[in-house]
């Protein structure tokens, strides 16, 4: 089901095209979320939404990896951040959010 | 091509004993430095140079190396690189990899406008398989599983058609997913080559290509789209990391 909000921090800079959005890794052994920023189209990864320090070594090779575990980022552990997640990593003054869908259709 | 009989070979035998020794070295170095460099000519420049087997008569010839259907679209049929890929030697039948479907049903959601057999015709026409569900382009880009969407195949499809909501700018290729195959094909073998007009740049691993084309591909589509009228758009971007292709798309 499609998320009601697209949350992003900026338009990508390495390809222009693409919004850098907030994905966040489950470590379901370890239990902690881990955030990072992915540009939705080019796959470039950021650790933070400063979009300063670039990510790019991770366990699969040609895939976007989360900086915490170096596991893929499309991997079902990992899924794009909703409002209270990302108010959980601190970086809700850093995005932006535009609504997807009508008002009434938001539960 | 038919098996050589013990007169051809005595005909070769002749011919050596006639031929000088230097000549004879001369033509075994060339012998060898072809056998190394066809696939790589190949590779490079999108040729279809016969290998020294196939030669030789020992490479099996393809079943179907001409195929009729005609369905590329108008760029498809304008690039010399949709000639090329007509001349694929494997039929859809003989090479159809177990774990397609996902990826073809996806890809059809993006605006190919067609059925999931015209989806896997555009793979086998133009794409080559070379392993579970990744295919090369003529020009040797891989399209592998990845993306968001499970295949770079669906994940391009996404730019086969407009999405008004999204923020920003948003490239959307006009034609179907054959003609924009051939599109990105043609697009980096110019900026590999350095073509006139072309650029390129490395960023972490990643290198991005641009490269202009003499008509308009697409439009900007995306809300700044919208509020541009959506602009025709005459230029391509791609993202590749080791030949994969990540992401392409029109651009400004």
């Given amino acids: ?3 009601p909000f697209l949350i992003y921090v900026k338009h990508c800079p390495v390809c222009g095209d693409g ?3 907030v994905r966040v890794c489950q470590d379901p052994r370890r239990g902690r979320l881990t955030g990072c920023i992915l540009c939705d189209d080019c796959e ?4 933070d939404p400063s979009l300063r320090q670039k990510f790019t070594k991770g366990k699969v090779a040609a895939t976007p990896c989360c900086p915490d575990c170096g596991e893929s980022l499309w991997e079902q552990t990992s899924h794009w951040a909703d409002i ?3 108010c959980l990593l601190g970086w809700y003054d850093s995005v932006q959010i535009v609504r997807t869908e009508q008002r009434d259709q938001i539960v | 091509m038919a098996r050589r009989s013990s007169n051809d070979t005595e005909a070769i035998a002749n011919v050596l004993r006639v031929l000088p020794a230097k000549w004879i070295i001369g033509l075994l170095v060339a012998v060898v430095l072809y056998f190394f460099l066809q696939p790589r000519l190949n590779q490079w ?4 140079l016969p290998s020294i087997a196939a030669m030789a008569g020992n490479e099996a010839p393809a079943k179907n190396p001409k195929l009729t259907n005609n369905k590329t ?3 498809a049929s304008k690039s010399p690189a949709a000639t090329k890929s007509t001349a694929e030697p494997k039929s859809p039948s003989e090479t159809k990899p177990s774990a397609v479907s996902k990826s073809s049903s996806t890809a059809s959601s993006g605006g190919a406008a067609s059925p999931k057999q015209a989806d896997e015709d555009y793979k086998y026409r133009i794409l080559k398989p070379v392993g579970r569900d990744r295919y090369e382009s003529p020009a040797g880009l891989i399209y592998a599983p990845g993306s968001e969407e499970g295949h770079r195949l669906a994940h391009i499809a996404k730019h086969l058609e407009d999405q008004p909501e999204r923020p920003g700018s948003h490239g959307v290729f006009e034609g179907d997913m054959a003609s924009f195959l051939v599109a990105i094909d043609d697009a980096y073998k110019r ?3 350095h073509a006139k007009g072309t650029k390129s740049r490395v960023e972490d691993g990643m290198t991005v290509y641009e490269a202009p084309f003499d008509q308009t591909i697409g439009y900007l589509g995306g809300t700044e789209g919208a509020r541009k009228r959506n602009p025709k758009l005459k ?4 993202v590749i990391r080791d030949r994969n292709l990540i992401t392409a798309f029109p651009i400004q």
């Fill in chain 1, 19 to 21: 919004l850098c959005r």
């Fill in chain 2, 45 to 48: 420049f999108g040729w279809s």
């Fill in chain 1, 1 to 3: 089901m499609a998320k």
């Fill in chain 1, 84 to 86: 209270p997640e990302v």
């Fill in chain 2, 73 to 75: 679209g108008s760029a």
């Fill in chain 2, 191 to 193: 900026a590999r080559g």
């Fill in chain 2, 235 to 238: 230029k391509m971007r791609l």
């Fill in chain 1, 44 to 47: 470039t990864v950021w650790t």
